[in-house]
């Protein structure tokens, strides 16, 4: 038995609370986006450019390049604030949940561990006097491998996502079980998802929706989330799609 911390420190950023967009996620939707991948109340959809076809696809970039690639502060708003860029090596995968207990999905979940990629990250906070964990957030993170392996991290995430769409996971009070669901954003880059994360038991979850897009440029994956702010990490997404198509790979 784990403590209610340790249970889900896998998903700490993820389950930190956003300014939420009164969305459900799509709750059973999957598939091509439909309405639901909509980012402003279904008017218009975040989009992005791709580059397969006219990138070199075994291109890779350094931890710095991909710093240089952040979205600005000012792309997440007004007097936003953000953290020190953080470089290193991606060097796990099984991200956005306790997958431990679903034997479905040892499998994808092993391979995911196994990828490697320089990487760069870093948090924004659209208000400039946020100072605590429920305050409206979104973290990026850019990740480069050679095109077609970063495609298979994407096909890696829909499988561990539809192969464990319940988890319970014990904590020293009570088990809490985590409802993973994902959907394609076929106007996202090259290839892109949207995860949907709800836990729910113990007495401090309520199942609210928890929102990240994975998505990949060429070889660079970009990995948004604004907590439960679905506009929010969707239009984030876009942003930060599109400006790695602009500076790493120089699409117009």
Request: hydrophobic share 35%; proline share 4%; with cysteine.
């Amino acid at each position: 038995m784990r403590g209610r911390g340790t249970a889900c420190a896998a998903v700490l950023l993820v389950l930190l609370a956003g300014c939420g967009d009164g969305g459900d996620g799509g709750s059973g939707a999957r598939g091509d986006g439909g309405s639901g991948a909509r980012g402003d109340g279904g008017n218009k959809r975040p989009s992005a450019s791709g580059v397969d076809g006219t990138a070199d696809p075994a291109k890779v970039f350094t931890d710095t390049e991909l710093g240089a690639a952040l979205l600005p502060v000012e792309a997440v708003g007004k007097g936003a604030k953000a953290s020190e860029v953080s470089l290193g090596l991606f060097d796990q995968g099984s991200g956005g949940g306790d997958w431990s207990t679903c034997a479905a999905g040892r499998d994808a979940r092993g391979e995911l561990w196994r990828m490697r990629g320089a990487s760069a990250e870093r948090t924004f906070r659209p208000d400039p006097a946020a100072v605590g964990e429920d305050d409206p957030f979104v973290h990026e993170r850019l990740v480069s491998m050679p095109a077609g392996r970063a495609g298979r991290y994407l096909e890696l995430r829909r499988e561990l996502h539809e192969a464990c769409g319940r988890v319970t996971v014990d904590t020293d009070a009570a088990p809490v079980e985590e409802h993973h669901e994902v959907r394609s954003l076929p106007d996202l880059g090259d290839e892109a998802v949207l995860e949907t994360t709800r836990t729910t038991g113990g007495d401090e979850y309520d199942g609210s929706a928890h929102y990240e897009v994975e998505l990949r440029v060429g070889g660079v994956l970009v990995i948004v989330g604004a907590g439960t702010d679905r506009a929010l990490t969707l239009s984030s997404a876009a942003e930060a799609a599109q400006r790695v198509g602009t500076d790493l790979y120089g699409a117009s």
